[in-house]
Protein backbone atom coordinates (compact mmCIF):
# COMPACT_ATOMS: atom_id res chain seq x y z
CA UNK A 1 0.00 0.00 0.00
CA UNK A 2 1.21 3.25 -0.85
CA UNK A 3 1.82 5.95 1.67
CA UNK A 4 0.63 9.51 0.43
CA UNK A 5 1.18 12.52 1.34
CA UNK A 6 1.33 16.74 -0.02
CA UNK A 7 4.08 18.10 -1.56
CA UNK A 8 4.01 21.30 -2.06
CA UNK A 9 7.19 22.26 -4.07
CA UNK A 10 9.23 25.95 -3.28
CA UNK A 11 9.21 28.29 -5.73
CA UNK A 12 12.88 28.91 -5.51
CA UNK A 13 13.81 25.26 -5.92
CA UNK A 14 11.39 23.41 -7.51
CA UNK A 15 13.12 20.03 -6.31
CA UNK A 16 12.82 20.61 -2.72
CA UNK A 17 9.04 21.40 -1.04
CA UNK A 18 7.74 20.79 2.04
CA UNK A 19 5.42 17.20 2.75
CA UNK A 20 3.12 17.28 4.93
CA UNK A 21 1.47 14.07 6.06
CA UNK A 22 0.71 12.13 8.98
CA UNK A 23 2.91 9.22 10.02
CA UNK A 24 1.89 6.44 12.75
CA UNK A 25 -0.01 3.11 12.43
CA UNK A 26 -3.53 2.45 13.42
CA UNK A 27 -2.53 0.68 16.48
CA UNK A 28 -0.16 2.89 17.99
CA UNK A 29 -2.28 6.19 16.47
CA UNK A 30 -1.16 8.58 13.85
CA UNK A 31 0.65 12.28 13.83
CA UNK A 32 0.42 14.88 11.38
CA UNK A 33 3.91 16.20 10.60
CA UNK A 34 5.51 18.57 8.47
CA UNK A 35 9.09 18.23 6.60
CA UNK A 36 10.63 21.98 5.30
CA UNK A 37 13.21 21.54 2.61
CA UNK A 38 12.83 18.16 1.40
CA UNK A 39 14.96 17.50 -1.40
CA UNK A 40 12.96 14.97 -3.48
CA UNK A 41 16.27 14.24 -5.54
CA UNK A 42 17.73 12.42 -2.23
CA UNK A 43 14.60 10.64 -1.10
CA UNK A 44 14.93 6.87 -1.23
CA UNK A 45 11.65 6.11 -2.16
CA UNK A 46 10.52 5.93 -5.62
CA UNK A 47 8.12 8.46 -5.78
CA UNK A 48 4.69 8.91 -7.88
CA UNK A 49 3.53 12.39 -7.86
CA UNK A 50 -0.38 13.69 -8.83
CA UNK A 51 -0.54 17.15 -10.15
CA UNK A 52 -3.57 18.42 -8.15
CA UNK A 53 -3.80 22.01 -9.11
CA UNK A 54 -2.46 25.41 -8.38
CA UNK A 55 -3.09 27.12 -4.94
CA UNK A 56 -4.06 30.87 -4.54
CA UNK A 57 -0.85 32.61 -3.40
CA UNK A 58 -2.52 34.06 -0.23
CA UNK A 59 -3.04 30.14 0.81
CA UNK A 60 0.71 29.30 0.88
CA UNK A 61 4.07 30.66 1.87
CA UNK A 62 7.13 28.89 0.36
CA UNK A 63 9.26 27.43 3.07
CA UNK A 64 12.51 27.24 1.08
CA UNK A 65 14.99 28.53 3.72
CA UNK A 66 18.98 27.48 2.54
CA UNK A 67 20.73 25.23 4.82
CA UNK A 68 23.19 22.27 4.55
CA UNK A 69 21.70 19.02 5.96
CA UNK A 70 18.49 16.88 6.13
CA UNK A 71 14.77 18.17 5.94
CA UNK A 72 13.77 20.41 9.18
CA UNK A 73 10.37 18.81 10.92
CA UNK A 74 8.34 21.50 12.36
CA UNK A 75 6.06 20.41 15.46
CA UNK A 76 2.49 21.52 16.01
CA UNK A 77 2.04 25.14 16.74
CA UNK A 78 4.06 26.34 13.85
CA UNK A 79 2.09 27.07 11.42
CA UNK A 80 2.65 28.98 8.07
CA UNK A 81 -0.02 29.41 6.23
CA UNK A 82 -3.56 28.19 5.22
CA UNK A 83 -2.67 24.76 4.41
CA UNK A 84 -0.62 24.12 7.82
CA UNK A 85 -3.63 25.03 9.46
CA UNK A 86 -5.78 22.95 7.56
CA UNK A 87 -3.80 19.72 8.27
CA UNK A 88 -3.86 20.46 11.82
CA UNK A 89 -7.41 21.14 12.28
CA UNK A 90 -8.44 18.05 10.09
CA UNK A 91 -9.06 14.87 12.85
CA UNK A 92 -6.36 12.25 12.87
CA UNK A 93 -7.05 8.86 11.44
CA UNK A 94 -9.57 7.09 13.27
CA UNK A 95 -10.05 3.31 14.77
CA UNK A 96 -12.64 2.22 15.62
CA UNK A 97 -11.51 0.34 19.33
CA UNK A 98 -14.31 -1.63 20.10
CA UNK A 99 -13.64 -3.92 17.21
CA UNK A 100 -10.54 -6.29 17.15
CA UNK A 101 -9.06 -7.11 13.65
CA UNK A 102 -9.36 -10.66 12.84
CA UNK A 103 -5.23 -11.95 12.66
CA UNK A 104 -5.20 -12.56 9.03
CA UNK A 105 -7.51 -9.85 7.82
CA UNK A 106 -5.56 -8.36 4.66
CA UNK A 107 -6.36 -4.66 5.93
CA UNK A 108 -3.36 -3.20 3.97
CA UNK A 109 -4.42 -3.38 0.35
CA UNK A 110 -7.96 -1.28 0.77
CA UNK A 111 -9.32 1.48 2.58
CA UNK A 112 -10.90 -0.72 5.92
CA UNK A 113 -14.60 0.71 7.23
CA UNK A 114 -13.58 0.23 10.60
CA UNK A 115 -10.00 2.65 10.24
CA UNK A 116 -7.84 4.88 8.28
CA UNK A 117 -3.98 5.43 7.27
CA UNK A 118 -2.53 7.76 5.45
CA UNK A 119 -4.13 7.74 2.06
CA UNK A 120 -7.68 7.97 3.87
CA UNK A 121 -6.10 11.59 5.65
CA UNK A 122 -5.01 13.04 2.73
CA UNK A 123 -7.99 12.80 0.60
CA UNK A 124 -9.88 14.11 3.60
CA UNK A 125 -7.36 16.91 3.90
CA UNK A 126 -7.72 17.43 0.08
CA UNK A 127 -11.89 17.49 0.09
CA UNK A 128 -11.16 20.16 3.17
CA UNK A 129 -8.94 22.29 0.46
CA UNK A 130 -11.48 21.51 -2.16
CA UNK A 131 -14.14 23.04 -0.45
CA UNK A 132 -12.38 25.70 0.96
CA UNK A 133 -11.46 27.09 -2.95
CA UNK A 134 -7.77 26.83 -2.21
CA UNK A 135 -7.37 23.32 -4.56
CA UNK A 136 -9.92 23.15 -7.42
CA UNK A 137 -12.36 20.13 -7.82
CA UNK A 138 -10.12 18.36 -10.14
CA UNK A 139 -7.75 17.76 -7.36
CA UNK A 140 -10.33 15.04 -5.36
CA UNK A 141 -10.42 13.42 -9.06
CA UNK A 142 -6.79 13.11 -9.90
CA UNK A 143 -6.21 11.61 -6.01
CA UNK A 144 -8.72 9.28 -7.04
CA UNK A 145 -7.11 7.43 -10.02
CA UNK A 146 -3.39 7.86 -7.94
CA UNK A 147 -1.80 4.66 -7.19
CA UNK A 148 -3.23 3.14 -4.17
CA UNK A 149 -1.59 -0.35 -4.23
CA UNK A 150 0.28 -2.98 -6.28
CA UNK A 151 0.21 -6.55 -5.70
CA UNK A 152 3.00 -9.34 -5.79
CA UNK A 153 2.69 -8.95 -9.93
CA UNK A 154 3.20 -5.71 -10.15
CA UNK A 155 -0.53 -4.68 -11.00
CA UNK A 156 -1.35 -1.12 -9.90
CA UNK A 157 -4.64 -0.51 -8.26
CA UNK A 158 -6.03 2.96 -8.09
CA UNK A 159 -7.60 4.14 -5.17
CA UNK A 160 -11.08 4.67 -6.92
CA UNK A 161 -10.49 0.70 -7.03
CA UNK A 162 -10.97 0.39 -3.30
CA UNK A 163 -13.03 3.23 -1.74
CA UNK A 164 -16.50 3.69 -2.47
CA UNK A 165 -17.37 7.39 -2.18
CA UNK A 166 -19.40 7.29 0.82
CA UNK A 167 -16.61 6.03 3.10
CA UNK A 168 -14.47 9.27 2.38
Known amino acids: RSHWFIWIPSLQRPT ?3 IIHVQ ?3 MQGFEV ?7 MLCSKHDNQFVHLGQAPATSL ?3 YVPHDGPAITRAEGEMRDDFDIAAWSLELPRRDNFRQEPQNDPVWNSPHPRFERCQEW ?3 FIAELVGDKRLPPSALQAMDTAVSYMDANGTRFAYSHFADPWVI
Not at 33 to 39: A, G, I, K, L, Q
Request: glycine residues 16%.
Open 122 to 124: TRR
Open 33 to 39: EFRDNHD
Open 61 to 63: KDG
Open 16 to 18: IGR
Open 24 to 26: GST
